[in-house]
Nanobody
Framework: QVQLVESGGGLVQPGGSLRLSCTAS????????MNWYRQAPGKQREFVAA???????IYANSVKGRFTISRDNAKNTVTLQMGSLKPEDTAVYYC?????????WGQGTQVTVSS
């Protein structure tokens, strides 16, 4: 069983930056595909970014060029560096780990982009 804990959320002004971290415990995540999703109020949860065990990255069009996902297998963490933030990036951000038919979610961290 993998436990995922997100951190780093908060309030930031438009155009600002924020760095989210996802720390895993219970098992090494080096072979997992790690994803970030987000859910805004009244909306469905949506995919943000993914990184494979081979460090291939995929981004939603809405964040491409502004967000960067990375992983540190030695620290069992995944990071989402967010830049040029917009009010529409406001959401609860969730870390997700997938290995074959197993999937694990964190509890989420709130990101609010507002002046």
């Amino acid at each position: 069983q993998v436990q995922l804990v997100e951190s780093g959320g908060g309030l930031v002004q438009p155009g600002g930056s924020l760095r989210l971290s996802c720390t895993a415990s219970g098992s090494a995540i080096s072979t997992y595909v790690m994803n970030w999703y987000r859910q805004a109020p009244g909306k469905q949860r949506e995919f943000v970014a993914a990184i494979t065990s081979g460090r291939t990255t995929i981004y939603a069009n809405s964040v491409k060029g502004r967000f960067t996902i990375s992983r540190d297998n030695a620290k069992n963490t995944v990071t989402l560096q967010m830049g040029s933030l917009k009010p529409e990036d406001t959401a609860v951000y969730y870390c997700n780990g997938v290995l074959r038919d197993l999937g694990f979610w964190g509890q989420g961290t709130q990101v609010t982009v507002s002046s």
